[in-house]
């Protein structure tokens, strides 16, 4: 092939550090998974078996303050199209609202990272959850991909088409048409098949042009659905109660230095029940949902195996970037009678490994998935917008590099772009283009330089935040009060240093009122009242 020629050729004229410039673009495997928490991979503190992403973390770059939108839309919106959920219209996770900023689709002022590439000879390609675009003229295709395959909707059972709300339709489709899965189907393993068949067949047709590969799992979403052989790796091994496993993964996250010396673990909120308050029958259920969710992590990390195998054997890893990355934190939502049918209902009593269940593994699942972390997903402090974060590209990125400098999913449409030696557009068929809001971390990646510093800000259903170097500023919908944290000693927010510091508490409301203004965000209080369809997560 002419890519893997032209890295041949510059190693034998004298490259001699595998990120140096090359006569070549990159092939992207942008990998996004659903509701997983910072902690649950093994280079993160957890005790799931992930050995293909630890090992990509070990010879790539690993990101300890990257972080997302906290919500499963507008951070596909922000991924897709390097500006903010509310410029992008979905400021939040109505199917539609009367506003710009929360429409529930991707406008048409933004362009996504498929129709950037594609400009520029990429072939693009996703597969999994689309979430961004139901009617069928925001699908993927209308947005720049070649082909697709997926859910275009945000949740649904692992192994068919099941509805869980009244009225509800979930639609699984190829390209630009519904399709029913087969009996054997389990979503995980299906969007990497389609995956590799899509890069097959690019592989075979346009030999000489780089791909793009989104793959968005549901996994490890509710409802909880593993298969057995993975499933049983793990039962017995959550019996020792959540208490005990966070303190576990933190050590481990200690010893990993993922967080500064000193740093201690928070106390666990009272409203969390103490394991051994629990009834036998409570721990069996809880253990057993545990081990469903770390099947689902492990299914992952072994479909990224086999994508990374396969491109190894088509002579593509050394020509590949890989980013993985979560869409929030963990969840600590629970099946419970809020809209669900009745059937839904009923089989969240049956246990988490029955191919018919629809559970989650709730408040104390999530607890243990965020370790450190305070709070969940729809939440803006760290347990609901920080993410494990994961590139990795032989030829591209630098070996074995941790940074610590704040990043935000805005940051990978530059990213990408400077790769690929493509070009923003300032309009795409005749509509104007919003300026991209991130900065590249190419030069992170290959020379370990510190990005510049500047303010990342956070809104989701009244939930606020700004972070800003070392501090970041935390408000709670509805109480609106807000906190200040110095996170290179305090990552877990636990000291409120407002009183200390009112001049840079000033400061950083003062930017989150002005970025507030200039993306469109609406006071909740206000938006909320203006619902026009039911809510979906």
Request: net charge neutral; glycine share 6%.
């Amino acid at each position: 092939m002419k890519k893997l020629l032209a890295y041949v050729l510059f190693v034998l004229l004298g490259g001699n550090t595998v990120f140096s410039q090359v006569q070549t673009r990159p092939n992207f495997v942008l990998i996004l998974v659903d509701d997983m928490g910072y902690s649950d991979l093994g280079c993160f503190g957890s005790e799931i078996n992930t050995p293909n992403l630890d090992t990509m973390a070990k010879d790539g770059v690993k990101m300890t303050n990257f972080y997302n939108a906290s919500r499963c839309c507008p951070s596909r919106a922000s991924l897709l199209t390097g500006v903010y959920p509310h410029q992008a219209g979905v400021g939040d996770m109505m199917n539609t609202r009367p506003y710009p900023a929360y429409q529930g689709y991707l406008n048409r002022q933004t362009v996504t990272l498929a129709e950037v590439l594609q400009q520029v000879g990429y072939g693009t390609y996703m597969s999994g959850k689309w979430h961004v675009g139901q009617a069928k003229e925001n699908w993927p295709l209308q947005r720049g991909f070649e082909r697709y395959y997926g859910l275009i909707d945000g949740a649904n059972s692992y192994f068919e088409n099941r509805s869980y709300r009244p009225k509800q339709k979930l639609t699984i489709a190829l390209d630009n048409e519904e399709i029913v899965p087969p009996a054997t189907y389990y979503s995980t393993d299906a969007y990497t098949d389609y995956a590799l068949e899509f890069i097959n067949q690019h592989v075979e047709k346009r030999n000489n042009d780089p791909f793009f590969m989104y793959i968005a799992y549901q996994a490890p979403h509710w409802p909880l659905h593993a298969l057995p052989e993975d499933i049983a790796k793990y039962k017995g091994k959550y019996m020792e109660g959540w208490e005990s496993l966070r303190q576990k993964r933190f050590d481990k996250q200690m010893e990993l230095e993922l967080f500064p010396t000193g740093t201690t673990l928070p106390k666990i909120d009272e409203n969390i029940r103490k394991w051994a308050d629990c009834s036998w029958e409570e721990k069996v259920k809880w253990d057993e949902q545990m081990a469903v969710y770390a099947a689902m992590v492990d299914r992952v990390d072994q479909n990224v195996g086999k994508i990374k195998k396969r491109l190894q054997e088509i002579g593509e890893l050394e020509n590949t970037i890989f980013i993985f990355l979560s869409d929030n934190g963990a969840s600590s939502e629970k099946i419970a009678n809020a809209g669900f049918t009745p059937e839904i209902l009923a089989a969240n009593d049956f246990p988490a490994s029955h191919p018919q269940s629809f559970t989650a593994y709730g408040l104390e699942g999530a607890l243990v998935s965020n370790t450190p972390f305070r709070k969940y997903k729809h939440w803006e402090f760290e347990g609901g917008n920080a993410t494990s974060f994961i590139a990795y590209g032989p030829q591209f990125i630098q070996k074995g590099m941790r940074i610590e400098s704040p990043a935000h999913l805005v940051d990978i449409m530059p990213t990408i772009i400077e790769y690929a030696r493509a070009t923003y557009p300032k309009t795409y068929k005749g509509n104007s283009i919003q300026t991209m809001e991130g900065i590249s971390l190419v030069s992170s990646w290959t020379a370990n330089e510190k990005a510049k510093e500047r303010a990342i800000c956070f809104e989701h259903e009244g939930n606020k935040a700004v972070r800003k170097g070392k501090w970041k500023i935390v408000a709670e919908y509805p109480q609106n009060e807000w906190f200040l944290y110095d996170l290179s000693s305090d990552r877990a927010e636990q000291t409120d240093l407002k009183s200390k510091h009112p001049t840079v508490l000033k400061e950083m409301v003062g930017i989150y009122d002005k970025w507030a203004e200039r993306v469109g965000v609406i006071p909740y209080e206000q938006l909320d009242t203006k619902r026009t369809n039911e809510r979906y997560k």
